[in-house]
T-cell receptor
Framework: AQSVTQLDSHVSVSEGTPVLLRCNYS??????LFWYVQHPNKGLQLLLK??????LVKGINGFEAEFKKSETSFHLTKPSAHMSDAAEYFC?????????????FGTGTRLTIIP | DVKVTQSSRYLVKRTGEKVFLECVQD?????MFWYRQDPGLGLRLIYF???????EKGDIPEGYSVSREKKERFSLILESASTNQTSMYLC??????????????FGAGSRLTVL
């Protein structure tokens, strides 16, 4: 079985300060992990993905995430928040040998940027 | 540059009405999906399809059916809408294999309100 837990339902940071969105996963086998972003009234867009290559993954818009097997975590970070980062973020896990109907979505973290 | 198009952004229906939500993708993807998005619950898979005329139940298929007569089009049908089906519905498509495997492209969503 696989599952994913986003530890914070809401995160607020000031513009220009670092962003940390936390995600822990549970998987019996080697997982693939993703972060998607959803801006207001828009569909989900892929930010980045980890598929057993480099453990530090760089994505779009300055975001990156580090796969830590020992901690079963895949936290999303950005050094300096921008107003345009305000959105909802979803962590997603799938066992590597499964088809994409087996994607498991976290419950989401809403990121608010304070001017 | 729109790749997954959902026919209706907002719909308001009455209890018992039949509802059609349509989705079209222009990327020649084999796989198409319908998700439901509710606050605090993340995305839940309703149905998916691997090929034309194929359909598979997801995690919450009750009260829904689907149709895939052409590769590019995947329709979600609510035979008799109920108030607990008030939600945001997201369509997505993806490839079976290759470098894009398990990466989904989402439509902008259809917000359905059942009165």
């Amino acid at each position: 079985a696989q599952s994913v837990t986003q530890l914070d339902s809401h995160v607020s940071v000031s513009e220009g300060t670092p962003v940390l969105l936390r995600c822990n996963y549970s998987s019996s086998y080697s997982p693939s992990l993703f972060w998607y972003v959803q801006h207001p009234n828009k569909g989900l867009q892929l930010l980045l993905k980890y598929t057993s290559a480099a453990t530090l993954v760089k994505g779009i818009n300055g975001f990156e995430a580090e796969f830590k097997k020992s901690e079963t975590s895949f936290h999303l970070t950005k050094p300096s928040a921008h107003m345009s980062d305000a959105a909802e973020y979803f962590c997603v896990v799938i066992l590597s040998n499964f088809g994409n109907e087996k994607l498991t979505f976290g419950t989401g973290t809403r990121l608010t940027i304070i001017p | 540059d729109v790749k997954v198009t959902q026919s209706s952004r907002y719909l308001v229906k009455r209890t018992g009405e039949k509802v059609f939500l349509e989705c079209v993708q222009d990327m020649d993807h084999e796989n198409m999906f319908w998700y439901r998005q509710d606050p605090g619950l993340g995305l839940r898979l309703i149905y998916f399809s691997y090929d034309v005329k194929m359909k598979e139940k997801g995690d919450i298929p009750e009260g829904y059916s689907v149709s895939r007569e052409k590769k590019e089009r995947f329709s979600l049908i609510l035979e008799s809408a109920s108030t607990n089906q008030t939600s945001m519905y997201l369509c997505a498509s993806g490839r079976t294999g290759g470098s894009g495997a398990n990466v989904l492209t989402f439509g902008a969503g259809s917000r359905l309100t059942v009165l």
